[in-house]
């Protein structure tokens, strides 16, 4: 996200107002009226923010300092006169519902960034903390905010009722694969529906491809958005760093095994395992 603020004339967006729940209930089998509200939903608060945001002279000042925004779109900008061309927006857990996406958006295209899922876990335990016990005891959290009673905690909605003991005794880090398991099923479900796979509007990257060749990788992302890979993104992609790649293997060995039997499928699936 950092490298594509370079782009001209486009909004990165990440954590905006649509609340990530949504993405979750998206997920589930409901009406169509309901599914069509949630769509809607979307598409609004995206328009919200893209009336409001082109010509902000305070985000100006912080794209100008970071050195995202050429003197010509800065200009336009302190005279209210900038034009967005596109807008990027990152939602980790559209990934529970890349077919709510798909339809809410028709005129979208979607990078479909997918990474190791033992180094996705280990960063969000580092990181966020995530599916602890004391977590699980509320619905009140990204990862969990749909789900069913079970012991003296809220169970995930994305955990079959037949795996809730394996569930409650795994560790947040395997739980954190495990969530990573089911978003990853829900995308290549989706994402391999051949009228999707024909549509044109699903790109596919592998993160690891992504920070060992930048350059090669970065340009394809640029292109499919529509832009020109032009000095000022070569630059940022330049600084791709490979450091956060196998940091998962700093684990508990029998964290990782109960991990990877937990994931075995997805990961042999992407080639992170035999």
Known sequence: MECLEALPYTECVSGISFPVPMAHLAAQQLPEQTM??????????????LDAIPNSRFKA???LAAGFLGVSEAKKIFQRQRKIQNLIYKEPFFSFSP???YRALPDCKIIYLYRDGRDCANSLVKSYDVLTNEKLKTLNTSESA?????QDFWIPWWVAVDQVDNF???????RSIWMWREMVRCCESFFSQTNV???GRILKI????LVYEPMVFGEKIVNYIGADFDNRL???FKQASTKSIGKYKKRDTIDIKSAERVAHRELSSYGYIA
């Open 206 to 209: 592998k993160y690891e491809d």
């Open 146 to 150: 749909l789900g069913y009673p079970c």
């Open 61 to 63: 000042f912080h794209r």
């Open 197 to 199: 796979v024909t549509s």
């Open 234 to 236: 070569q630059k940022c």
């Open 168 to 174: 409650i005794e795994a560790s947040p880090y395997v």
């Open 36 to 49: 069509h509200c949630l769509e809607y939903g979307l598409r609004s608060t995206l328009n919200v923010y």
């Open 99 to 101: 077919n709510f996406l």
